[in-house]
Nanobody
């Protein structure tokens, strides 16, 4: 059973940076594409970024392109989301996820089989 645990969320001011981490255990992490999604209360889960199993391919939502960077450290079973130039509209609960059957990555939540519990990011203006 794969378990994902996010960390690194918090309260920051607009323009600040945060780095989210997602630690995986219980599975073959190196074979999985990983992704980050975010969700506000009452809204659908929104794609943020995805990275292929080997880190060679990354994709981003237009809203975060140029500000966020996804990366992974397979030797540590961990992947990251570096968030720079944060805006109030980035305020959400952020979830990491693993997609065993889509090693190239995917922007679709339904392609992800394992999910973390979420970490709150709040950006004040």
């Amino acid at each position: 059973q794969v378990q994902l645990v996010e960390s690194g969320g918090g309260l920051v001011q607009a323009g600040d940076s945060l780095r989210l981490s997602c630690a995986a255990s219980g599975g073959t992490f190196i074979r999985y594409a990983m992704g980050w999604f975010r969700q506000a209360p009452g809204k659908e889960r929104e794609f943020v970024s995805t990275i292929s199993w080997n880190g060679g391919t990354t994709n981003y939502a237009d809203s975060v392109k140029g500000r966020f960077t996804i990366s992974r450290a397979n030797a540590r079973n961990t992947h990251y989301l570096q968030m720079n130039s944060l805006k109030p509209e980035d305020t959400d609960v952020y979830y990491c996820a693993a997609a065993p059957k889509y090693p190239g990555g995917s922007p679709f939540p339904n392609d992800y089989y394992y999910w973390g519990q979420g970490t709150q990011v709040t950006v004040s203006s």
